[in-house]
């Protein structure tokens, strides 16, 4: 069962600085472009790192502020002198940059998002190559699919292909991405993966379950091994 993939939502066409790229440029394109980030690539397009509003926001927050230097300076706070003092891309960006790939499953990029307290993430190529960008909003796109589309997707993907469910013996309800289903199958084993698989359909906010069962196989097998067919 495929389900939505980082490619299948993030931007391809991205706007990128070099090493040496200026201060006041780097600003003329975020403000320009209305973007809070832009990466920064060498020449084969390996992505260096990320120079986003923050990093140019310290020379800002230092303007005609008086040099000063602490005996036991703080990383946070000589991180942040420095990138006020810095007038190129390769002094003022975020390294290493955090990075996903096309295949990445929409879950497991927002996962990592979350963990690395970042908004965006730059796509690569096996080749470690920029081949796309994906930000929050993107990956909240997978939620505007109809509920006609994850029905179906329930319906073809989990119920026929996976569990080669007969037709008529479940019903699939959509509502607003929240999925209903009832009906009755022959083992207890193959309506709780009914419910778990439902709930990986890209889209899918919700699921809910009253499929019964005939028999309850869960003694039959091992701990978190569910059978199929």
Same mark, same amino acid.
């Given at each position: 069962?495929?389900?939505?993939?980082?490619?299948?939502?993030?931007?391809?066409?991205?706007?990128?600085?070099?090493?040496?790229?200026?201060?006041?440029?780097?600003?003329?394109? $975020?403000?320009?472009?209305?973007? &809070?980030?832009?990466?920064?690539?060498?020449?084969?397009?390996?992505?260096?790192?990320?120079?986003?509003?923050?990093?140019?926001?310290?020379?800002?927050?230092?303007?005609?502020?008086?040099?000063?230097?602490?005996?036991?300076?703080? =990383?946070? =706070?000589?991180?942040?002198?420095?990138?006020?003092?810095? $007038?190129?891309?390769?002094? $003022?960006?975020?390294?290493?940059?955090?990075?996903?790939? &096309?295949? &990445?499953?929409?879950?497991?990029?927002?996962?990592?998002?979350? =963990?690395?307290?970042?908004?965006?993430?730059?796509?690569?190529?096996?080749?470690?190559?920029?081949?796309?960008?994906?930000?929050?909003?993107?990956?909240?796109?997978?939620? $505007?699919? &109809?509920?006609?589309?994850?029905?179906?997707?329930?319906?073809?993907?989990?119920?026929?292909?996976?569990?080669?469910?007969?037709?008529?013996?479940?019903?699939?309800?959509? =509502?607003?991405?929240?999925?209903?289903?009832?009906?009755?199958?022959?083992?207890?084993?193959?309506?709780?993966?009914?419910?778990?698989?439902?709930?990986?359909?890209?889209?899918?906010?919700?699921?809910?379950?009253?499929?019964?069962?005939?028999?309850?196989?869960?003694?039959?097998?091992?701990?978190?091994?569910?059978?199929?067919?």
């Amino acid at each position: 069962m495929r389900t939505w993939q980082v490619g299948d939502v993030m931007t391809r066409d991205v706007l990128t600085v070099g090493e040496q790229t200026p201060y006041r440029q780097i600003v003329d394109v $975020l403000i320009r472009r209305g973007i &809070s980030a832009v990466p920064v690539v060498d020449g084969f397009r390996r992505v260096l790192g990320v120079v986003s509003e923050a990093d140019l926001l310290h020379k800002v927050e230092r303007a005609g502020v008086p040099e000063e230097r602490r005996v036991f300076e703080g =990383r946070r =706070r000589r991180t942040a002198r420095e990138k006020a003092d810095a $007038l190129v891309a390769k002094d $003022l960006m975020t390294a290493p940059a955090v990075t996903t790939w &096309s295949e &990445s499953s929409l879950p497991a990029a927002a996962r990592l998002m979350d =963990r690395e307290a970042v908004k965006r993430l730059p796509v690569l190529d096996d080749l470690g190559r920029l081949v796309g960008i994906v930000t929050r909003g993107d990956l909240l796109t997978v939620h $505007l699919r &109809s509920d006609a589309e994850i029905r179906e997707d329930v319906v073809q993907e989990v119920l026929r292909r996976v569990l080669a469910v007969r037709d008529g013996l479940v019903t699939v309800q959509v =509502r607003d991405g929240a999925v209903t289903l009832d009906g009755r199958l022959d083992r207890r084993t193959a309506a709780e993966l009914a419910v778990r698989l439902a709930g990986q359909v890209s889209g899918v906010v919700q699921v809910a379950s009253t499929i019964g069962y005939d028999v309850d196989d869960t003694s039959l097998v091992g701990p978190g091994v569910t059978p199929v067919g």
